[in-house]
């Protein structure tokens, strides 16, 4: 879904090179860093949820705790940018941000065993969760 929208996206060229530039940036760090963050803090889920509910505007499963996991997803890319962008090399900051992901990226099989073993150190406590 990344791919197709960052695909998509690139039609923003015509308004702006800079936009592809951001947008393909945006998607680096997305498949190489949301996509770990985002398995990993679902370890720390551990409410049922109905799947026989609508999906709109549906919050189960979801409470204070995932609302405040999602600040290091968000913030990261801020934290890694800012320091070029107040020493005005902006462009610097984007490609930070790009090999961060890219890393990332490269690391993923790291990252899955680690996620791994977390889930099957966990999954009775997630299990009788999900049964609540």
């Known amino acids: 879904a990344s791919t ?15 936009l592809v530039l ?4 945006c998607y ?7 996509t770990v963050i985002v398995l990993y803090l ?10 026989t509910k609508a999906a709109s505007f549906n919050y189960q499963g979801t409470g204070a705790t ?3 996991l999602m600040f290091p997803y968000a913030l990261t890319p801020i934290l890694i940018y800012l320091p070029f ?3 005005h090399i902006p462009y610097w900051g984007l490609f930070t941000v790009g090999i961060f992901g890219i890393v990332m990226l490269l690391m993923r099989g ?5 996620i791994t073993a977390k889930f099957e150190k966990q999954r009775y ?3 009788e969760g999900f049964r609540e």
């Open 85 to 87: 962008s107040l020493l």
């Open 22 to 25: 951001m947008h393909f940036v």
């Open 42 to 51: 679902a370890t720390y889920n551990y409410k049922r949820i109905d799947i």
């Open 66 to 68: 995932q609302w405040l």
């Open 4 to 18: 197709i929208i960052s695909l998509l996206s690139t039609f923003y060229g015509f308004l702006s090179w800079k």
């Open 125 to 127: 406590k997630i299990a």
């Open 110 to 114: 790291f990252w899955v065993n680690l």
């Open 28 to 34: 680096l760090y997305n498949i190489g860093f949301g």
